[in-house]
């Protein structure tokens, strides 16, 4: 009889458990899972303690509380690297806009478009913000998602990119999903520099990033930096401006994101691999040259297929040339209102393996220890090794196969965060 709590648990009876261990998976070795069959995972103070099979670890503590993963599979969680979950109001008429031919940037030269989504994020109470992102929060994790990154970007003042920031630190707060904030003050130039780019960017650089660096200090000066992250696009900000807004903030020891390459190469790639960008995100029309600049460098790329979907694109990543030159890929979601309204990994796997060609097996390392490793957090997150934080899923499917090949239902049963169980209704 049991007599005293444990704070242990095992997940037994797993048909198929998908440890990825052994680190990112670079180039052509993407794909290996680790997969161990009538496995289970001891945990302990939301920490894995012990993978092994599920009668040694059930021998090996008799104590322990019990999940029955009721011979279904047993996998990370997922990571999403790319977002923007924090935000006002939609954009459901300019869906429908586009849909008539209407493209996407002139949309947003004409006013609309993210300068659209800014207006209804600065007129939103922090309350307001919280609430409607909180939704979406909650949808990306009943879909798997136990770490999301999450960017600014619809404020465009330092007071109301600071109001994002805080949205994000309310929401990562209270849970259970994770959130690692990213800066993203260059996301559009705002209406008020509309004739004076440049002016943007100076304050951008002068007052923005130095602003953040000091507000971060005073309120969570024990976390680590977010992440400083630029549009780098025509009708956005060019290469040049993007240069001068990452190595300014790389000078206050933020760590770098870009988004780079989704409608023209700009050279947005190669500058990230130069800077020791954590990752580079995008890259649909990335060219040869800066597909091999960001294979040979420690830059993570990440690739988005939810956003040529969503704008009803054909041309997505060149996944297997960036495999070939042996970089390492990640998959997110993009979660946005304008292109990528999705918050759900499974579908972005189902469109990776039809869109891209990669099989389910590298879909998945690509959204799991390669996803943490382009928010710099692979030694914490991404796969099932002991010491590693026990983010796992519990599938409602015993073979990983089904992943990719089965899209727009969901697949997970129980999400594990920290240890703790959340049955999926
Ligand atoms: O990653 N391209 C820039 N940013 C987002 C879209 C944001 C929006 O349209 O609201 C993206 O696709
Ligand atoms: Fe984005």
Known sequence: MKTEKTNLLVVHNASQILTLAGGPQRGPVLGELGLLENGAVAIQSGQILAVGDSSSLLAAYPD???CDAGGN?????????HSHLVWAGDRADEFSLRLEGKPYMEILAAGGGILSTVRATRAASLAELVD???????????YGTTTMEVKTGYGLTLESEIKQLEAILILNQEGPLELIPTFLGAHAVPPEFHDCPDDFVDLLCREMIPGVHAWWQTRVPDLPLPFVDVFCERGAFDLAQSRRILETAKDFGFPLKIHADEFENLGGAALAAELGAVSADHLVKTSLKDIEALAGSGTVAVSLPGTPFGLNEDEFTPTKTLITAGGLLALATDTNPGTSWCESMQFILALACRKMGLTPAQAIAASTINAA?????????GSIEPGKQADLLILNVNNYQQLGYRFGTNLVSIVIKRGRCFPVC
């Open 64 to 66: 322990a509380d019990r």
């Open 73 to 81: 599979v047993v996998m990370p969680g997922f990571v999403d690297p």
């Open 132 to 142: 409607e992102s909180r939704l979406r929060a909650q949808v990306a994790f009943n």
């Open 373 to 381: 490793a382009a928010v710099g957090l692979q030694d914490r997150l």
